[in-house]
């Protein structure tokens, strides 16, 4: 097994508990140390009382009406998070959520569903600069 992300701190923010537990399972096989914050209320406080990780990945569309475009301005509004790589992660159209995505300063975007074989390559790239926008086999943009 490639240890594609080992010894990376990840921050997952996603409110489905299956694709979570399938996020983490695949992040982990990888080598990730994976933290994670359901809902996306406590997201900022969270990232403020811990070590800012080398990736954060956001879901798009959360519950009670709190979206990961809203939480990328928290995030990026606290200086030790300025540069660190935050991939968004959804089933929103590709072709809406792209441009919003590099519009709002995300890193990159992975479709869901995620492609298990790619997932830790996609987000390994994303933290080494690649430009990943991937729109899955569901999507052409």
């Not at 089933?91 to 709002?104: E, G, L, S, W, Y």
Request: overall charge neutral.
């Amino acid at each position: 097994m490639d240890m594609l992300l080992q010894g990376k701190n990840l921050f997952l923010v996603e409110d489905n508990l299956q694709n979570r537990v399938i996020f983490q399972m695949c992040l982990i096989r990888h080598g990730a140390v994976i933290e994670f914050e359901r809902w996306g209320r406590d997201t900022h406080s969270r990232l403020k009382r811990m070590n800012p990780p080398d990736a954060i990945i956001l879901d798009l569309m959360l519950a009670d009406g709190v979206s990961g475009f809203d939480l990328i301005d928290e995030i990026r509004g606290l200086p030790a998070y300025k540069t660190t790589p935050i991939v968004a992660v959804s089933a929103m159209d590709p072709a809406i959520a792209i441009p919003k995505a590099r519009t709002k300063g995300f890193s990159g975007f992975i479709a869901k569903p995620i492609d298990d074989r790619l997932f830790a390559l996609q987000i390994a790239q994303i933290m080494s600069g690649e430009s990943v926008w991937y729109t899955g086999e569901r999507f052409l943009l």
